[in-house]
């Protein structure tokens, strides 16, 4: 009997919480889930790959680092929740994030118009454009786009820069990988002649590497800079992090992790 008296009550409930959700059933309610869920769980889950320095990377002790890591840990300060970082291919992220098991993506990501079918983006916090690093042995050779003509190039699995160079180069081999630093290491060892990629990326890798350089060939077009990915119809959540990206902007901060992460990415694999 105890338990019936608790039970009536709960069924009353819920009937005049459901009312009261088909009251609220409009979609500025629905789109407010995202931001409120993880101001509720405390916590905010990055999806990145961390193979792209000075975006993102580990050190020897498995820390992650770089600039899109220093951004994230801003906007989960500003949403007044703990950052959880997972690491996982660049080409699996956008499933991860519609499969609810991570809620962000910093990852170096070009917000493209395909993407944009299954996610929204922040605004662009970091402009970028696209360079082909070759070995520097062969700098010569190969700095003309019909210098690559039958040549092979590397490009990471899932990517715009993967896009780009099949539609740029159609008389190129290529060799499509999950992670950039296995292209780097089949290019060290000729097993391909280019990789495209990030302006950043490629310079990090120029700069570390006595072997490779850049060939000054470099592509930019109106979807290329980086933001912050989100699941669909959060425009509270895209608002919010637009706000902390805003502030790290006028504040000289987003300059600043990138010059540390440059530093630190430069001296690591020195
Ligand atoms: N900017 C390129 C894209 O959006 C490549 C990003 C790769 N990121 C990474 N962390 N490996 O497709």
């Given at each position: 009997?105890?338990?019936?008296?608790?039970?009536?009550?709960?069924?009353?409930?819920?009937?005049?919480m459901?009312?009261?959700?088909?009251?609220?059933?409009?979609?500025?309610?629905?789109?407010?889930?995202d931001?409120?869920?993880?101001?509720?769980?405390?916590?905010?889950?990055?999806?990145?790959?961390a193979?792209?320095?000075?975006?993102?990377?580990?050190?020897?002790?498995?820390?992650?680092?770089?600039?899109?890591?220093?951004?994230?840990?801003?906007?989960?300060?500003?949403?007044?929740?703990?950052?959880?970082?997972?690491?996982?291919?660049?080409?699996?992220?956008?499933?991860?994030?519609?499969?609810?098991?991570?809620?962000?993506i910093?990852?170096?990501?070009?917000?493209?118009?395909?993407?944009?079918?299954?996610?929204?983006?922040?605004?662009?916090?970091?402009?970028?454009?696209?360079?082909?690093?070759?070995?520097?042995?062969?700098?010569?050779k190969?700095?003309?786009?019909?210098?690559?003509?039958?040549?092979?190039?590397?490009?990471?699995?899932?990517?715009?820069?993967?896009k780009?160079?099949?539609?740029?180069?159609?008389?190129?081999?290529f060799?499509?990988?999950p992670?950039?630093?296995?292209?780097?290491?089949?290019?060290e060892?000729?097993?391909?002649?280019?990789?495209?990629?990030?302006?950043?990326?490629?310079?990090?890798?120029?700069?570390?590497?006595?072997k490779?350089?850049?060939?000054?060939?470099?592509?930019?077009?109106?979807?290329?800079g980086?933001?912050?990915?989100?699941?669909?119809?959060?425009?509270?959540?895209?608002?919010?992090?637009?706000?902390?990206?805003?502030?790290?902007?006028?504040?000289?901060?987003?300059?600043?992790?990138?010059?540390?992460?440059?530093?630190?990415?430069?001296?690591?694999?020195?």
């Open positions: 009997m105890k338990r019936l008296k608790k039970i009536i009550p709960a069924i009353l409930l819920s009937g005049v459901a009312l009261s959700l088909v009251g609220c059933g409009d979609s500025k309610d629905e789109s407010a889930k931001l409120e869920k993880i101001k509720e769980k405390g916590e905010v889950v990055l999806g990145t790959s193979d792209y320095p000075p975006f993102e990377f580990m050190d020897k002790e498995g820390n992650f680092l770089g600039m899109d890591i220093e951004i994230a840990k801003e906007l989960a300060k500003d949403m007044g929740v703990e950052l959880k970082i997972q690491d996982m291919q660049f080409e699996s992220l956008i499933t991860a994030l519609n499969a609810n098991k991570v809620d962000m910093l990852s170096g990501m070009n917000p493209t118009e395909e993407r944009r079918e299954n996610v929204d983006f922040s605004d662009i916090y970091y402009e970028s454009k696209h360079f082909m690093i070759v070995r520097e042995a062969d700098l010569d190969i700095k003309k786009e019909e210098d690559l003509k039958g040549k092979k190039i590397g490009v990471q699995l899932g990517t715009t820069q993967e780009l160079a099949k539609e740029k180069f159609k008389d190129s081999e060799e499509v990988l992670a950039i630093p296995d292209l780097i290491m089949l290019l060892n000729n097993k391909v002649d280019a990789v495209v990629t990030e302006d950043a990326v490629a310079e990090n890798y120029a700069n570390v590497n006595d490779l350089s850049l060939n000054g060939l470099s592509y930019e077009d109106s979807e290329s980086v933001s912050v990915a989100v699941r669909k119809n959060n425009p509270e959540l895209v608002e919010q992090l637009n706000k902390t990206i805003k502030r790290l902007n006028d504040e000289g901060k987003i300059k600043e992790f990138y010059n540390e992460a440059v530093e630190i990415s430069s001296a690591k694999s020195k």
